[in-house]
């Protein structure tokens, strides 16, 4: 099994959304991606809480999937691909980590 770990720091305002509003339409397009992706075994999404230190990550995406090739297929597919473009427009900053079990 491989686990798919990424943490997404956001902009204050961007897309004419709040950092807040962001992070809310960011979980649920990820989450939604199980519904379409059938290589994702799990997929959870945490926003970071408001009073957090200003210095953590906003988004933190934790996934399963059976294999590397499971995890290709899903960070090639057209819908996490989409959902991507979007992160990409809002984040400051990405760290990952995949590890296998």
């Known amino acids: ?31 939604n991606l199980s519904k379409f992706i059938p290589e994702i075994q799990k997929i959870e999404v945490g926003i ?13 995406l934790y996934s399963e999937f059976e294999s590397f090739d499971a995890l290709n297929n899903y960070q090639i597919h057209p819908m996490h691909l989409k959902v991507a473009a979007y992160i990409t427009k809002v984040k400051t900053n990405r760290a990952a980590v995949d590890y296998e079990v």
């Open 1 to 31: 099994m491989i686990k798919h770990i990424v943490f997404f720091a956001l902009s204050d305002q961007a897309e004419g959304k709040t950092k807040l509003e962001n992070a809310s339409y960011i979980k649920q397009e990820l989450e």
């Open 48 to 60: 970071n809480i408001p009073n957090a230190p200003k210095t953590d990550f906003d988004i933190a």
